[in-house]
């Protein structure tokens, strides 16, 4: 028997047997289903989380003061002058922004808000590429160096107090001083919640006459290419040492730790649904095992007038890995296409954008024939191995 002809014989038992053939199948269904459905949705969730680490910045980083287990909190001595300094004193960076976190209340015309407010320089949109003037404008040089009252809203702050007013030229108060909304900023929508959806933008000289401490809480650096990253991080933090005297006193984050997380989560996640997938292949191969011993048992006068006619081991053998093949990879076929629809479906709920991955489903059509090849191989060695006299006289 040729291999043409294994393969008409094998389709010709799986069609005579459709019910058994599919419940058969379940079991690869499931498991394959759940891994292209797995991978597809985790691929597109960290793509979807790099893109918008990538609207952050690429080639941004954070510098801040850390924390010492010893000694709790440090204090910041971050200033202002850091940062207009890093950029002249390292060829490797672009531009240093300052930042000043507060939270407090807002009030307009007819109600107050309480909100983010961040206290920041005439820069502020070259490093965060995800804010985007959409009325009136940004406060300039001369109006964060002379520290005036002057305020950015975002977009959700901007219609909260005013509602479908326009807030440009409105005055606002903030404890017990006021400021004249002169702009307002649309932040991308992003997976990361940055915790300023609906929040404020001043002069941070204008807050620190407010408050008198001219605190610096951050200041966000953004380098001149990806490739200059690693030497923009020495760079500032060698300075911020010798200007303040400190030693591993500075913390610094980019998005190259914040992707190295999310790899070795979604990694640890991967894990853990691959290990079910694959008890789950296991499981449907048993499964396979099962019914090809129940068909070598059903078939056996079968195979016995086979060896009869001059069938020899190697047919028998190839003949039953065949059926066995098939029966997998019919059922791998499905779980492909049941996992993408799943992962389709999911997509919609989770917003989530499903990411298919070729490789993924390669490797769910060689699980499925290693599967078929692997629990059909006793079953097909049994066959092969029946006396064709027994075999005849088998009722």
């Known amino acids: 028997m040729n291999l043409l002809e294994s393969f008409r014989t094998a389709l010709e038992g799986i069609g005579t047997n459709k019910l058994r053939a599919t419940l058969t199948m379940s079991g690869i269904i499931i498991g394959i289903m759940s891994v292209i459905a797995v991978i597809t949705l985790g691929n597109g969730s960290q793509q979807a989380y790099t893109d918008q680490l990538e609207k952050l910045g690429a ?120 400021a004249v909304v002169i702009g307002v900023v649309r932040e991308a929508k992003l997976m990361i919640d940055n915790g300023r959806s609906e929040g404020a933008y001043l002069p941070i000289t204008y807050l620190h006459n407010l408050d008198g401490l001219k605190m610096v809480h951050t200041i966000t650096v953004k380098a001149k290419s990806k490739e200059t990253l690693e030497a923009a991080k020495r760079h500032t933090e060698k300075y911020l040492n010798r200007r303040h005297d400190r030693e591993n006193y500075y913390q610094i984050d980019s998005i190259e730790n914040a992707l190295g997380e999310m790899d070795s989560f979604s990694g640890t996640l991967t894990t853990i649904f691959g290990v079910a997938a694959g008890i789950a292949l296991f499981v449907g191969g048993i499964g396979v095992m099962n019914i090809m011993l129940v068909s070598v048992t059903e078939r056996t006068r079968e195979i016995g007038i086979r060896k009869a006619l001059g069938a020899r081991y190697g047919d028998i053998m190839l003949q039953f890995l065949i059926e066995s093949m098939i029966v997998c990879l019919i059922g791998g076929t499905i779980g492909v296409l049941l996992g993408i629809g799943t992962a389709m479906f999911a997509s919609q709920y989770v917003d989530v954008p499903p990411l298919l991955s070729w490789e993924s489903i390669v490797i769910a059509f060689g699980f499925s024939s290693a599967i078929g090849i692997f629990f059909g191989l006793y079953p097909a060695h049994k066959a092969a191995r029946l006396n064709p006299i027994d075999a005849l006289r088998y009722e």
Request: glycine share 10%; aromatic share 10%; net charge neutral.
């Open 59 to 178: 080639t941004n980083f954070s510098v801040y003061f850390g924390w010492d287990p010893g000694q709790g909190s440090k204090l910041t001595d971050l200033t202002v002058e850091d940062a207009y300094a890093l950029p002249q004193q390292s060829p490797y960076i672009e531009e240093a922004v300052p930042f000043a976190s507060y939270f407090g209340t807002i009030r307009g015309p007819k109600k107050g808000k309480d909100v983010s407010i961040q206290g920041t320089n005439e820069d502020l949109l070259k490093v965060q590429p995800n804010l985007k003037i959409v009325a009136g404008r940004y406060f300039t040089t001369k109006e964060v160096r002379e520290g005036k009252p002057v305020i950015v809203l975002t977009e959700k702050l901007a219609a909260g107090l005013f509602g479908g007013e326009d807030p440009i030229g409105k005055r606002l108060t903030y404890n017990t001083a006021s």
